[in-house]
């Protein structure tokens, strides 16, 4: 009797709240008769209740243990799942999901003005959010673009129209990359230690969720130079409180991050297997592992569609993709085959036949040392849409050997995890959690497949149907 009267308690709380900002308080909701997989690990509740009001959870487990108020409104989901939402933990909103807003991968800026594009995602995020939410993604991770994206954090905490949003900013490079605006920066190159430590102020005093370092594969990069820049923004980042994030693909790379204590690296090491000095590593500094596995699949369609003068297949099963970003898709087959370099296409290939196995062995490797993964897709890549684009990241990281479970978890609690404090209250279905949860029509700790069969999406305490947010066009 004291659980239920805690329920009780606990949505008396909430209304007492609500009125006292003077605004009618919303009856609870309870999702009634579901199996419950509360994205711990756990072993799944049948016939569960999840209760929530005014956008928390207030009591999640059996029926004996949460008892469903008087006038709250019941929905029954027996015979269906019920999953905390899906955490996307590397998006890139500044990026549409196709080539106009990646001119360093395929240049189309003489049919989309690359300044255009960038003022388009900035002025309609909503485009992509409706995108998220109708996956079932309720949180996402921007890991780099422009600093219009940090705005969308406070916009989106609490918004039952968006997934909550965190944000790095613009990343540190080792490179000086090109592809910027003209008085904005995505890019921002690693000077001498002096500038290295003035940019992780910038970003800490705009209250970044983390410090991102972008390191692409150089074989001539001097070591002691790299290293040395790297202890520089570690250091402080660590005095400012700010997490480290580090993109990098090669083993020495990610080693380098390890060493200066990185939280997240943010893609598989691809060149070579991880070794006992990795693991020994990501485990003192309890770092999480994103593996990025299907990202560059994208690439090669779209060189592909390109080639063949075929529009690619979309994989959208719930038609969820906007309009804008279908068109987008479609026009890769008219594009004209003079685009692309087969040679390039070729390499992109082989590069990816080559990393495959080497990610998953690894991505294997790391799960079995109980190294935390989390799930995120690149999303903004060319043909890594918005979205949609979980399915298949899920689906792969299955394949490589995570069990479902392992998999769920990586996109629920682990994605929540790696988003640091901006994911404190996400990702598990717990009393006092924000009320981001799932209804799928299929058990997803037999086959992660079934989170595609989504019925409805409740993000913030706002119950969405699936087939009313894909209509949203």
């Given at each position: 009797?004291?659980?239920?009267?805690g329920?009780?308690?606990?949505v008396?709380?909430?209304?007492?709240?609500?009125?006292?900002?003077?605004?009618?308080?919303?009856?609870a909701?309870?999702?009634?008769?579901?199996?419950?997989?509360?994205?711990?690990?756990?072993?799944?509740?049948?016939?569960a209740?999840?209760?929530f009001?005014?956008?928390?959870?207030?009591?999640?487990?059996?029926?004996?243990?949460?008892?469903?108020?008087?006038?709250?409104?019941?929905?029954?989901?027996?015979?269906?799942?019920?999953?905390?939402?899906?955490?996307?933990?590397?998006?890139?909103?500044?990026?549409?999901?196709?080539?106009?807003?990646?001119?360093?991968?395929?240049?189309?800026?003489?049919?989309?003005?690359?300044?255009?594009v960038?003022?388009?995602l900035?002025?309609?995020?909503?485009?992509?959010?409706r995108?998220?939410?109708?996956?079932?993604?309720t949180?996402?991770?921007?890991?780099?673009?422009?600093?219009?994206?940090?705005d969308?954090r406070?916009?989106?905490?609490?918004?039952?129209?968006?997934?909550?949003?965190?944000?790095?900013?613009?990343?540190?490079?080792?490179?000086?990359?090109?592809?910027?605006?003209?008085a904005?920066?995505?890019?921002?190159?690693?000077?001498?230690?002096?500038?290295?430590r003035?940019?992780?102020?910038?970003?800490?005093?705009?209250?970044?969720?983390?410090?991102?370092?972008?390191?692409p594969?150089?074989?001539?990069?001097?070591?002691?130079?790299?290293?040395?820049?790297?202890?520089?923004?570690?250091?402080?980042?660590?005095?400012?409180?700010?997490?480290?994030?580090?993109?990098?693909?090669?083993?020495?790379?990610?080693?380098?991050?390890?060493?200066?204590?990185?939280s997240?690296?943010?893609?598989?090491?691809?060149?070579?297997?991880?070794?006992?000095e990795?693991?020994?590593?990501?485990?003192?500094?309890?770092?999480?592992?994103?593996?990025?596995?299907?990202?560059?699949?994208?690439?090669?369609?779209?060189?592909?569609?390109?080639?063949?003068a075929?529009?690619?297949?979309?994989?959208?099963?719930?038609?969820?993709?906007?309009?804008?970003?279908?068109?987008?898709?479609?026009?890769?087959?008219?594009?004209?085959?003079?685009?692309?370099?087969?040679?390039?296409?070729?390499?992109?290939?082989?590069?990816i036949?080559?990393?495959?196995?080497?990610?998953?062995?690894?991505?294997?490797?790391?799960?079995?040392?109980?190294i935390?993964?989390?799930m995120?897709t690149?999303?903004?890549?060319?043909?890594?849409?918005?979205?949609?684009?979980?399915?298949?990241?899920?689906?792969?990281?299955?394949?490589?050997?995570?069990?479902?479970m392992?998999?769920?978890?990586?996109?629920t609690?682990?994605?929540?995890?790696?988003?640091?404090?901006?994911?404190?209250?996400?990702?598990?279905v717990?009393?006092?959690?924000?009320?981001?949860?799932?209804?799928?029509?299929?058990?997803?700790?037999?086959?992660?497949?079934?989170?595609?069969?989504?019925?409805?999406?409740?993000?913030?305490?706002?119950?969405?149907?699936?087939?009313?947010?894909?209509?949203?066009?």
């Amino acid at each position: 009797m004291r659980r239920n009267a805690g329920v009780a308690a606990a949505v008396a709380a909430l209304a007492v709240a609500v009125s006292a900002s003077g605004a009618a308080a919303p009856p609870a909701t309870a999702l009634v008769g579901g199996t419950l997989v509360d994205g711990t690990g756990g072993a799944p509740v049948p016939n569960a209740v999840v209760v929530f009001a005014g956008g928390k959870i207030a009591c999640a487990g059996t029926g004996s243990a949460c008892k469903v108020p008087k006038d709250a409104e019941t929905i029954d989901v027996k015979g269906s799942w019920v999953t905390p939402g899906l955490v996307d933990a590397h998006v890139h909103l500044s990026q549409s999901g196709w080539a106009d807003s990646h001119p360093d991968s395929l240049d189309v800026r003489d049919r989309h003005p690359y300044e255009k594009v960038q003022a388009e995602l900035r002025a309609h995020p909503e485009r992509l959010y409706r995108s998220f939410l109708c996956s079932g993604v309720t949180a996402v991770f921007d890991m780099g673009g422009y600093t219009w994206v940090w705005d969308e954090r406070a916009r989106t905490f609490a918004n039952p129209d968006a997934p909550r949003v965190a944000a790095v900013g613009p990343l540190l490079s080792s490179i000086d990359h090109w592809v910027n605006l003209p008085a904005e920066r995505q890019f921002i190159a690693m000077g001498d230690e002096k500038k290295v430590r003035e940019t992780v102020r910038y970003l800490a005093y705009n209250r970044s969720d983390a410090v991102e370092v972008w390191l692409p594969a150089a074989r001539d990069r001097k070591t002691e130079e790299a290293a040395a820049k790297m202890h520089a923004v570690s250091d402080e980042a660590r005095r400012l409180g700010l997490p480290l994030v580090v993109d990098a693909i090669t083993l020495r790379e990610a080693k380098e991050a390890l060493t200066e204590g990185v939280s997240l690296l943010a893609h598989s090491v691809t060149d070579l297997e991880v070794d006992a000095e990795f693991l020994a590593l990501a485990q003192k500094n309890r770092t999480t592992y994103c593996p990025t596995l299907t990202m560059l699949s994208g690439y090669l369609r779209l060189y592909e569609s390109i080639a063949s003068a075929k529009p690619p297949e979309v994989d959208d099963p719930n038609g969820c993709v906007d309009a804008a970003v279908r068109a987008l898709v479609a026009e890769s087959a008219s594009l004209g085959p003079d685009r692309v370099d087969t040679r390039h296409a070729a390499g992109v290939r082989a590069l990816i036949d080559k990393a495959r196995s080497v990610a998953a062995a690894n991505l294997r490797t790391v799960a079995s040392a109980g190294i935390p993964v989390a799930m995120g897709t690149d999303a903004g890549n060319s043909l890594t849409l918005h979205g949609p684009a979980v399915y298949a990241e899920m689906e792969a990281m299955q394949a490589a050997g995570m069990s479902p479970m392992q998999v769920l978890v990586a996109s629920t609690r682990n994605g929540a995890l790696a988003m640091g404090t901006a994911g404190k209250d996400l990702g598990t279905v717990a009393a006092g959690k924000s009320a981001d949860l799932l209804v799928v029509g299929a058990d997803p700790t037999r086959d992660i497949a079934a989170m595609r069969k989504l019925a409805l999406v409740v993000r913030a305490g706002a119950v969405h149907r699936v087939a009313e947010l894909a209509a949203q066009k």
